[in-house]
């Protein structure tokens, strides 16, 4: 699938627009003049080095750092919804929460030791059945392994349907069987136009998955389609040049 073909699919998801992208804090430069457009409907991956703003970019985007410039969402009608799937899950692996416990706080305003509601317990069923975690829902967050509890997150963020999904690193924690969920679930998103910015280290499957790719190491390094822009040369300037002396960012 080319970014051409994708484009030329109905879309639900919005194009952005990053515009001169400046984020400082206290002397550190963390993103300097940070430009590219991510297209409607497309899988887009941002790669790069630890240290090179790819996880401050998505704060931005999600209103969570202030930034300079100008970062647009043009949607395709009325705004949509913005799904979020973090890197990891930080908690007390001794609480007694299960599976539904977690998608409840997470998915409906109803407090989750009510359980879940009949608004919700239909479509976080079905979300659990995409991630192959249905036989799992009354299991212990912590006794989940990681890669399970990777997949919990990634159900998460499907609630509700999203026309924009922002992944922090999803593939980290998967073995095998996570890895192809979540890659059937990047062509199901493709065929429904959503528009997914995807962070990835494993530069194999942005190669084979992505429609476009970013190179970001507080600045933008390159920036088109995989087989032109993951060349040794380029990944070598990508990976080899320290993003700043004076501090690191994620």
Request: hydrophobic letters at 40%.
């Amino acid at each position: 699938m080319t970014a051409q073909q994708t484009l030329t699919r109905p879309h639900t998801g919005p194009l952005i627009e990053f515009a001169g992208i400046r984020l400082d804090l206290g002397r550190t430069t963390i993103l300097d003049e940070v430009a590219f457009q991510v297209a409607p409907g497309s899988i887009h991956a941002l790669v790069g080095p630890n240290g090179g703003g790819k996880s401050s970019l998505i704060k931005t985007l999600l209103g969570q750092m202030p930034h300079q410039g100008r970062l647009s969402l043009q949607w395709p009608g009325e705004p949509g919804v913005i799904g979020y799937v973090p890197q990891a899950l930080e908690f007390d692996r001794g609480l007694p929460m299960t599976v539904d416990d977690f998608m409840a706080a997470m998915c409906q305003r109803r407090p989750a030791f009510l359980g879940l509601s009949r608004h919700y317990a239909g479509a976080i069923g079905a979300a659990l059945e995409r991630v192959g975690m249905q036989d799992k829902r009354k299991r212990r967050m912590g006794a989940l392994s990681g890669g399970e509890r990777q997949r919990v997150l990634l159900a998460q963020g499907l609630i509700p349907p999203p026309q924009l999904l922002v992944l922090d690193e999803p593939m980290s924690a998967l073995d095998e069987a996570g890895i192809q969920v979540f890659e059937r679930l990047l062509r199901d998103w493709r065929e429904a136009g959503i528009t997914v910015l995807w962070i990835e280290h494993d530069l194999e499957a942005v190669a084979r998955l992505a429609d476009r790719v970013t190179g970001l190491n507080r600045r933008v390094l390159f920036d088109g389609p995989p087989h032109q822009t993951l060349t040794p040369e380029r990944l070598l300037s990508l990976f080899s040049t320290h993003p700043r002396t004076n501090g690191s960012a994620a």
